[in-house]
């Protein structure tokens, strides 16, 4: 005769699993509910618009250097870089809202650490490469949730001054010199895209684990207005190259 433990059979019947825990490619890949999934369209619309803009800038700028309109290609290099300050505090906050939000979620989600090979620039990969270290380092999923957010905000930050420089050295008449300024522009750019794909990734798998109650506080962190929180280091020159 089998016999019973603790109201189950002892031999006989197999225990189930324990189910897997999703990763995050099943979290992106999955549908959300109709509540979160509205939020999430309504918040990448918003950051693909802000990031197009900045785009088009960049590339009108580009264009007019290669036609010898120097001065201005120096005036719209100035446009893309304001527009990449707004599109940065957007990303900065964002982080902010998720890491203050992410303190009263239980079940936070699984995230990836930020790959080098994704990135051009030195300062986006030397941050990847830290946060690849310390997710192997950090043994919690709390803990590497926190420190995803902590370093894509500062590499957001780090880009947007460093865009900022380099548009300044432009409009100062450094772009003459050897053209340098303008290659920073083109990889600081690539960078910040690529981050800006990685905040998206983490938005859906924060909303896969966020209580539907906490959703209606959630929508109103992220779609709040810009903060005054500025990524540029100090006033723009006019002066074009000459």
């Known amino acids: 005769m089998r016999r019973f433990i603790g109201g189950s059979l002892l031999f006989g019947r197999k225990r189930s699993p324990p189910p897997a825990r999703r990763n995050v490619s099943d979290d992106w890949v999955a549908a959300l509910p109709r509540e979160k999934s509205q939020l999430f369209d309504s918040v990448v619309r918003n950051w693909e618009c802000s990031y197009a803009m900045m785009s088009v800038a960049l590339d009108d700028a580009l264009s007019l250097r290669a036609r010898g309109e120097l001065v201005c290609a120096s005036q719209q290099v100035s446009v ?3 527009l990449l300050a707004r599109l940065a ?25 930020m790959k080098t090979e994704f990135f051009r620039g030195d300062t986006a990969q030397g941050a990847a490469s830290w946060n690849g270290l310390l997710h192997h380092v950090l043994f919690g999923g ?5 420190h995803k ?29 050897g053209g340098n300024p303008w290659d920073a522009l083109d990889s600081l750019h690539y960078d910040l895209n690529t ?14 684990a966020v ?32």
């Open 80 to 82: 893309a870089a304001d």
């Open 89 to 113: 505090s957007i990303l900065i906050a964002f982080c902010d809202a998720l890491a203050d939000r992410g303190k009263h979620v239980g079940n936070l989600p699984m995230v990836e650490p």
């Open 142 to 146: 709390r803990s590497r949730f926190f």
């Open 149 to 177: 957010l902590k370093i894509l905000s500062g590499t957001v930050e780090q880009l947007g001054r460093e865009f900022d420089r380099a548009a300044e050295d432009i409009s100062m008449g450094a772009s003459v010199q």
């Open 195 to 208: 981050c800006l794909r990685e905040a998206e990734v983490v938005l859906k798998s924060f909303l896969r």
């Open 211 to 242: 209580p539907a109650d906490q959703i209606p506080a959630l929508a109103g962190d992220l779609t709040a207005a810009v903060p005054l929180r500025s990524v540029r280091v100090r006033p723009r020159f006019t002066r074009a190259p000459v």
